[in-house]
């Protein structure tokens, strides 16, 4: 391997290793939990699963011919609820869907971070647009959702921001009412904009789905911190009556403050289950009881390659060796696309 740079090649493999979403969630986020990371569970109400396209429902035909926006519809119109382990690049976006998730979401914070830069907006609608492009194009069929931040400007902005995620494929997009530039949800300093901006941004997202951008529109509100529950919730009402696809209310503190929003709120919503943040942790079971569509895990996968990469590099300073750390290398390959690589190249090969 002496034309390797190995030091590079030691981080992707314990990466991997790390990111392998099938070791990671299941064991705590997921029980009780079918194929797919989808939570069987009676008695929710369908009311919830009203999913529009130009304003009206829509089915997945087939997974040949849907849309990326179709087969979130398809997803959501299900009773049961969705763990989304959420992803920053193309090979976590492969790793998510290799371990059989039925969904996932490019995080900002997690696109910022794979840049070297905190979640606070100092990333360009074109670098995000860059990443969005790159994760679907290695996704091969289960649909992605992507941070749409606070549209990068005005309102006009944000009907720029929807149609060119849903150009590259996005299925849906989340566009939120921070004051730019935003910050992570459960970080301290954030502010929100008033509520007719909030809802100007709403509508002209869901204005450039019904011109004919085949995305789904999530509306997010961070109000809870400053302005609390209240008026929280009746942004989340507000943004159903626009025409928002999902709801997502940021940082609950409590689970009763999670069991209101799912009863004052209808149409899915989103629960954002961060380590360590301000949200309780819950198991997806008990999120749709209360009437939660998706669980996103947004942080699990980049912090857990931090703690990984981490321990790597303490272990090669120290000269000790760091097989028990790492993944084969023959799944390195398999894992970045060397086999699928390799196959075309056959079927072209010149004699």
């Not at 590079?8 to 029980?31: F, G, H, N, W, Y």
């Not at 696109?111 to 074109?126: C, F, I, N, R």
């Not at 970045?336 to 090969?349: I, L, M, Q």
């Amino acid at each position: 391997m002496s034309s390797c740079n190995t030091l590079p090649l030691l981080l992707v493999l314990v990466s991997i290793c790390a990111l392998r979403v099938k070791a990671l969630l299941p064991s705590t986020l997921t029980s009780g939990s079918l194929p797919f990371g989808r939570v069987h569970h009676g008695g929710c109400s369908s009311s919830r699963r009203t999913i529009s396209k130009a304003g009206a429902g829509t089915a997945m035909s087939s997974a040949k011919t849907s849309s990326a926006a179709d087969k979130l519809r398809d997803l959501l119109s299900r009773p049961e609820i969705l763990t989304m382990p959420c992803c920053y690049d193309g090979l976590t976006a492969r790793l998510v869907e290799d371990a059989g998730f039925p969904l996932t979401f490019m995080t900002g914070f997690g696109v910022s971070g794979a840049h070297g830069l905190p979640d606070t907006q100092l990333l360009s609608y074109a670098e995000m647009l860059a990443s969005a492009t790159n994760i679907c194009a290695t996704l091969r069929d289960i649909p992605c959702i992507g941070d749409g931040d606070t549209g990068y400007g005005n309102s006009v902005n944000v009907k720029r921001t929807v149609k060119g995620y849903a150009q590259v494929g996005m299925a849906g997009i989340m566009i939120e009412d921070q004051v730019a530039p935003k910050r992570c949800g459960h970080t301290k300093g954030k502010t929100v904009v008033g509520r007719e901006e909030a809802y100007s941004r709403v509508r002209a997202a869901c204005d450039a789905r019904d011109e004919g951008a085949d995305i789904l529109i999530m509306a997010r509100t961070d109000a809870r911190a400053g302005l609390g529950l209240e008026e929280a919730l009746e942004r989340c009402k507000e943004f159903r009556k626009i025409g928002a696809d999902i709801t997502f209310l940021e940082a609950p503190q409590s689970e009763e403050e999670m069991r209101r929003y799912c009863q004052e709120v209808d149409g899915p919503k989103l629960a954002n289950m961060l380590e360590f943040g301000k949200t309780p942790i819950l198991p997806p079971v008990e999120l749709e009881k209360m009437g939660y569509a998706i669980a996103a895990y947004p942080l699990s996968l980049l912090s857990a390659s931090i703690k990984a990469m981490n321990s790597t590099l303490e272990r090669l300073k120290a000269g000790e060796p760091l097989d028990d750390l790492l993944e084969g290398f023959e799944e390195v390959q398999r894992v970045v696309g060397f086999r699928d690589y390799d196959s075309t190249a056959e079927k072209y090969k010149i004699d």
